[in-house]
């Protein structure tokens, strides 16, 4: 079992910088904890009390593990989350909210998050009476296999085969390539027992394109690969190395005909095929990963600013040649360009994880409505969260990246805490579908929505904010913008602003794919800004979401009869005009270009940024401690709840030391079996006889 080192935070002795900056927050953080996780913080925190009172949940030794060391450690937290669970008598929900609050990665998560809704999405009713209770009482152990050795995100040229054989009613499961090798599925290598794995449906002789099966990999009892499976280990990874990522060869394997998932395409027991209403209907489970994806970096980018602004407000640097400090130096987070750098950041944090709430919300329509065969909402889902997976995953590893480095040499130490929270988040660059070819697809979908409603005339499918270009481009052209210099920017200001950059890049993007065509080669020919169009489709959809968020809270607050002058609102809505202001400056040429921002209102949203960021100076201590991180989820020397830096980063290096091999006469390793020859070389060179003190 792990020991509990370095010691827990202890409220009774936090750092008292943090203690005098807690005391300036100007709104009780519990309220925006309850705002942000909403009815079920309380059962969040009760399970985490749960796993944090077990010894095996600790994070505190990880660093020192060696890669297999982790892996066997997470089985320990699955084996535990399992027995808690149907201890306790959890819910699905339940349990996956247990394995968040570990503050670690199982390989759990692949057999919660996606085998079982794979299996609740694409097998029949009957199919899943046999292998649902199956699933959820660990009897199996499941993955998800979709990706192969030389195809991932272009899934329709997968060469994965299933083979209808009538005389024995089976699918025979082949992997006929090296490049057709399953690689790279999460919990393959070492634990499941079964996956859900991808082929190409080929019924006599004829290909009629990837659809998902079942397949057991490894027996009952002895956890041996089944005839005619190899199965491997890809090896250390940039991060997520507590998840046995692997590779499957499958050499004609053969499976019941009802071990094909037929929820929504089927095979009958003649051979004849019933094709699914929509074929994204497959890709479900693919889609939720990219929802989620969403909010889960604006929750991984708040860990590392927790991290960063915690260390920035109890490190002390500079500053003491400034007259008025009287040669004292000042804290980080007094220096303007930390303070820059990290309340922005929170600010896309927090539009992040407002967007990701829409984004589960728009999931969940559509998985309800593909359960009961509908899929009218199929094909918006999947373009917006393919473009929003790919733009907040991008942003927010920038952004994870540069609060290390705000960290200074001590963000580089991994038991500073963003390493391990970066590399690991670093995988939803490309998982789920590698980013520029998400853009696409976004903007492929955005691109054939107004193709086809100018065909049409009908605009009622174009996003709204868009149509006003399409109806009367004169009228477009002499927009202006309407932030008034001097005043607050306000929000509706921001968001046509938003769309009216992203409507100009559209007309040109639809120009050029006409004048080209209108085909294939035309898109082809327009990725660059096919990509730059996606980007600003996300970037107008977080400045959105944000304000109506807290459009929606506002009025809740309302209704209740309480001020909404009073508590944490009036913080959300400065910094969510920070976040409209910041992008927009970030991408300042693209509002100019037309004339539609002037250079004016250019300057006067530079001024107005750096009044809300001084603004909420005294604020964002309480906006990172609202995320309700424990120390044991964050496992951070630097971010600690009560400031303890130094003494932990002591600690910790102190227990590194502890359990470092020993050398081969008991000193310091390395020093017999190598450097003692070196050093003693160098003294002959020398002419020195014997070591001097």
């Given at each position: ?11 009774s ?7 005098s ?47 297999e ?43 919660e ?12 009713d ?17 993955c ?8 991932g ?9 299933a ?13 006929p ?58 090896g ?8 046995d ?30 094709p ?28 590392a600013?927790?991290?960063a ?8 640097q ?34 992040m ?6 984004m589960?919300e ?14 009218g ?10 473009g ?6 991008d942003?927010a ?26 590399t ?5 660059v490309?998982v ?16 054939k ?10 605009l ?34 921001l ?7 992203e ?7 639809v ?15 327009s ?16 400045v ?14 309302s ?19 920070l ?11 693209d ?25 909420l100076?005294?604020e ?19 971010g ?16 590194g ?7 081969k006469?008991?000193g ?26």
């Amino acid at each position: 079992m792990p020991p509990f080192i370095p010691p827990m935070a202890d409220p009774s002795k936090v750092n008292p910088s943090l203690s005098s900056e807690r005391a300036l927050v100007s709104f009780p953080v519990e309220t925006l904890t309850r705002f942000l996780h909403g009815a079920n913080l309380d059962k969040r925190r009760h399970i985490r009390a749960q796993l944090e009172q077990d010894p095996v949940f600790s994070n505190a030794d990880k660093p020192f593990l060696s890669r297999e060391r982790q892996y066997v450690r997470s089985l320990e937290k699955a084996a535990k989350l399992v027995e808690m669970q149907k201890k306790n008598k959890w819910s699905g929900e339940d349990m996956l909210i247990g394995m968040m609050m570990t503050g670690d990665s199982t390989s759990q998560i692949l057999h919660e998050a996606l085998f079982i809704p794979t299996l609740k999405t694409q097998l029949t009713d009957e199919q899943q009476k046999v292998w649902l209770p199956r699933a959820e009482n660990y009897e199996i152990f499941g993955c998800y296999a979709q990706t192969e050795l030389a195809h991932g995100s272009n899934l329709r040229k997968l060469e994965t085969t299933a083979t209808f054989i009538p005389g024995t009613d089976e699918f025979e499961i082949d992997t006929p390539t090296l490049n057709s090798m399953k690689w790279w599925p999460g919990a393959l290598a070492q634990t499941s027992t079964h996956c859900a794995i991808y082929a190409r449906l080929i019924l006599h002789g004829k290909d009629y394109g990837v659809h998902p099966f079942l397949l057991q990999i490894r027996a009952a009892g002895t956890h041996a690969p089944m005839p005619g499976i190899e199965l491997g280990n890809l090896g250390p990874k940039i991060g997520f190395n507590t998840i046995d990522n692997g590779f499957l060869r499958v050499h004609k394997v053969r499976i019941p005909r009802d071990q094909m998932m037929m929820r929504n395409s089927r095979v009958t027991r003649e051979g004849k095929y019933e094709p699914a209403k929509n074929a994204k209907m497959n890709y479900s489970t693919m889609v939720a990963i990219r929802a989620n994806i969403v909010r889960n970096a604006g929750f991984a980018l708040g860990q590392a600013l927790t991290v960063a602004i915690r260390y920035s407000m109890v490190r002390v640097q500079g500053g003491d040649r400034i007259p008025s400090q009287q040669g004292h130096e000042v804290k980080v987070i007094d220096h303007g360009m930390q303070r820059f750098r990290l309340t922005t950041s929170l600010a896309l944090s927090y539009a992040m994880l407002m967007t990701g709430r829409v984004m589960n919300e728009m999931h969940q329509r559509n998985l309800k409505n593909v359960i009961q065969g509908e899929v009218g909402l199929m094909a918006e889902v999947h373009a917006t969260s393919s473009g929003l997976k790919a733009l907040t995953s991008d942003l927010a590893t920038a952004q994870m990246e540069d609060a290390r480095r705000a960290c200074g040499g001590h963000g580089y130490a991994w038991c500073g805490g963003i390493v391990d929270i970066l590399t690991t988040t670093l995988q939803d660059v490309t998982v789920e579908g590698e980013n520029t070819i998400l853009h696409l697809q976004t903007s492929r979908w955005l691109l054939k929505t107004v193709l086809q409603a100018l065909k049409t005339k009908d605009l009622s499918a174009v996003p709204s904010g868009l149509r006003s270009a399409l109806q009367n481009n004169h009228a477009f052209d002499q927009e202006k913008s309407t932030i008034a210099p001097g005043q607050p920017v306000r929000g509706d200001a921001l968001i046509a602003a938003f769309w009216h950059r992203e409507a100009r890049i559209l007309q040109e993007v639809v120009t050029r794919i006409l004048k080209d065509g209108a085909g294939e080669e035309a898109m082809a020919k327009s990725q660059v800004r096919m990509v730059e169009l996606s980007r600003t489709h996300g970037e107008g959809m977080l400045v959105r979401n944000f304000y109506e968020a807290i459009a929606k809270e506002e009025q809740a607050i309302s209704e209740q009869k309480a001020d909404v002058n009073k508590g944490y609102l009036p913080v959300l809505k400065k910094l969510c005009e920070l976040h409209g202001i910041h992008r927009l400056l970030e991408q300042a040429g693209d509002f100019t270009e037309d004339g539609y921002v002037s250079r004016q209102q250019i300057v006067w949203c530079r001024e107005r940024r750096n009044e809300l960021i001084d603004s909420l100076r005294y604020e964002i201590i309480g906006l990172v401690d609202a995320f309700d991180i424990s120390d044991n989820q964050l496992n951070s020397a630097l971010g600690r709840y009560d400031g303890r830096v130094y003494e932990s980063l002591y600690e910790w290096a102190k227990y590194g030391m502890s359990i470092v091999e020993k050398g081969k006469n008991g000193g310091v390793l390395g020093f017999d079996e190598v450097l003692k020859d070196v050093l003693a070389e160098g003294r002959r060179l020398n002419g020195v006889s014997q070591p001097k003190l």
